[in-house]
Structures are given as C-alpha cells and as structure tokens.
C-alpha cells in the first residue's frame, strides 16, 4: 500500500519554479533527508507510480494541467568534504553551496557553479555547467534508487552531453538520484574566490531579474552556420557555438509578449515571467521563437528547460505583441 506521511493531493506547483507557473501535483511530499528521498522513490517504484523529482525548480515548465502520480521535493541537503578532495553531498544540496563548502576546504572545480540556481541533483540531470565547465567533470559515483533498490553507481549510465543526461530523455527511466562523490583538486582559495567573483561578474550583466528558468535553449553547435551567420564573434566562430540568444535576437523577437510572458530585452534566450503567465503563455513564446529562428536559419533550437506533466492540450490563443 502507498503511503508517506505528510503526503497531500492537488498540491501548487508554480511557487516550487522560479518561473513561478504551472498547474498542482496530483501527490506531493517534501523529503528533508536522504533517507526520506529513498524511501518515497522506493515505494513509488514499487507500487508503479511515476515520480518526479523537483530541486529548486529552476530548469522545469510544468503544464497548466498538472503533473500526474507523485511530485517530491527534494530538501535532502548533506555536504560533506575533507582535505583529500573526496567530496560526498545529497542530491537536494544547492549547487552554489557545493561552491562554498568546497571553496572554504581549499578545494577548487565548482567556481564556475557561482550564480547557477538549483540542487546537485538537478544540476546533474542537465549537466549544469558555465564557462566550458560541468558539474559531471568532477563524478566519480551517483547514489540511485532503481526498480525499487538503492545503490552506488558509476556515472556512465547518466550518459553526459552538453546540458544532456539520459535523465532528460523522453522514455527516461525512473531513477532517482540520492547522493553524489565527486574528487576535487586543491587550490589556492584568493584564487578559487578571485575566478568566482569574475564568473559572477560577467553573469549580473547578462541576467536580468525577472522570473525565468535561465537559458531557455540550449546554444546550437553548428560549424558550418558559425562559420556563414554574421555579426558573431570570432571566439564563437572559431568553437562553431551559436548562442540561441544570438539567433532570437537576429529574428527580432527580444521583447516580444504573450499574455505575461516576454522574451528578455536583455537576453533573448530568457523567457520572462513578468506579469503573472500561465505556463501556456511561456510555451506559445518559446514555441514562436523556435519557429522564427527555423524559418531564418534552418536551425531547430532544443531546449535546456525540461516540461513536466500533461501538455496534450496546451494549445493557447491570442496575439503576440511587441513592447
Ligand atoms: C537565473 C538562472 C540562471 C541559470 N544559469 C544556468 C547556467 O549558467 N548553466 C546551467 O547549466 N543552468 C543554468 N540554469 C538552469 C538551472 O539552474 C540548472 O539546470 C539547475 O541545475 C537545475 O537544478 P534544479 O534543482 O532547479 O532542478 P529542477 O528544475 O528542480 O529539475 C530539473 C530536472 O531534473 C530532475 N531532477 C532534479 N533532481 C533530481 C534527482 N535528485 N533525481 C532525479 N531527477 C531529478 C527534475 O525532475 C527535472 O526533470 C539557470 C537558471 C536560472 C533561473
């Protein structure tokens, strides 16, 4: 029989997203440690019931329309390191907390995570990184919960690309990650602080305040386009890297509404909450944007921001705008 305490049905789901929209849960429990998050993934997998596991919700649409079977939250937030550079923390840990713990060992590898949002757990899903960085340069094991048993694993089965693990696939399979070992290297910490506060610096110009989930498209990896787009830079030119931003912005779109939601004026590839969207608005601006920048470039953007639960009719109308 399924049950965990303090388990509730219909449950909101937007005040868990930093785009702060979205629909209910139809079960949701809050984990506050490792063994929590275990159990509530143990008995989920043995009963058939899907689970979705939500961080910080920084990386994550949910439909208007919900998201079936059981939503929990991960609160489960151990780090533990030691001067060999052997680090152990649980899944629901802030990525930016990881950097400070670690930083204060003399410990560096996470500078670049400085201003990345979000637990290791979700990080890891998406192969959160910065600056030609990511968080799975560092794995040596990932604790899951698979087919109903808890284990240690080596990180092959994540399969990691860029801002990709088999986590994110459509068929993904149900695999809740616990824990996670990483090894770091000594380092001098005015250095560790002196590259944190550099990446932090270079980020406050870019990012603009209101509620998004950061990057809503992954860069398009492109030599031959890098090589014949104008306007790009050199150093992107020479990597064959297209910032999806760069791509929206040649279409026009930065600034383009859709009830309340808009597409960065700062940064075209930050979709915005700015005036209380409904998760539809925020997919009929994304799914436009795609479509632009397809017609122009014959490019088909993918997005780095993951939908969850049931989009089979999120078909929305109304009118694009432009401010
Ligand atoms: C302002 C801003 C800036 C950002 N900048 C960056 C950046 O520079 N680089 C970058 O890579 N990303 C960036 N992001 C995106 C986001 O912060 C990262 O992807 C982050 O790592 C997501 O972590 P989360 O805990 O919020 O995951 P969530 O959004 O809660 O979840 C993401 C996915 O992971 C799954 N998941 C989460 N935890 C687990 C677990 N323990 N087990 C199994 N599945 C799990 C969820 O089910 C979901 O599918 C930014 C976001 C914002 C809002």
């Known amino acids: 029989m399924f049950d965990l305490s303090g388990m509730v049905a219909d449950h909101r789901l937007d005040v ?131 087919n109903g048993n808890r284990e240690w694993r080596s990180p092959e089965f994540m399969k990691f690309e860029y801002r990709d693990s088999v986590l994110r696939q459509l068929d993904a399979p149900q695999i809740v990650l616990l824990a996670v070992r990483f090894q770091l290297e000594s380092r001098n910490r005015k250095e560790i602080y002196d590259d944190a506060r550099d990446y932090q610096r270079q980020r406050i110009g870019k990012q603009p305040p209101s509620a998004s989930c950061g990057s809503f498209f992954k860069n398009v990896v492109d030599q031959d386009l890098a090589q014949q787009i104008e306007g790009l830079s050199d150093g992107m030119r020479a990597a064959g890297v297209i910032p999806a931003g760069f791509l929206i912005e040649q279409c026009g779109l930065k600034g383009t509404r859709f009830g309340g939601a808009m597409i960065g004026a700062r940064h075209a590839n930050f979709l915005l909450n700015v005036r209380g969207a409904t998760a539809s608005d925020i997919r009929r601006l994304a ?15 993918e997005e780095e921001a993951l939908y969850l639960g049931d989009w089979s009719q999120w078909q929305t109308t109304g009118h694009l705008s432009h401010s």
Request: hydrophobic content about 40%.
């Open 287 to 301: 799914e436009h944007a795609a479509s632009q920048v397809n017609d122009r470039f014959g490019v088909q953007l």
């Open 16 to 146: 868990y997203t930093t785009l702060k929209a979205g629909g209910c849960a139809e079960l949701f429990y809050s984990a506050r440690t490792r063994n929590e998050l275990a159990n509530s993934a143990i008995q989920a997998q043995e009963n058939g019931i899907t689970q979705t596991i939500l961080g910080w919700g920084s990386n994550v649409l949910p439909s208007d329309k919900g998201v079936a079977g059981l939503v929990t939250l991960n609160q489960a937030a151990n780090i533990r390191c030691d001067q060999s550079g052997f680090v152990e923390v649980d899944s629901g840990a802030g990525f930016q907390d990881l950097f400070l713990r670690t930083a204060q060992a003399g410990l560096g590898g996470f500078e670049f995570a400085v201003g990345i949002p979000g637990t290791v757990g979700g990080a890891l899903v998406s192969n959160a990184g910065a600056y030609r960085n990511n968080v799975s340069a560092f794995l040596t094991e990932i604790e899951v919960v698979e």
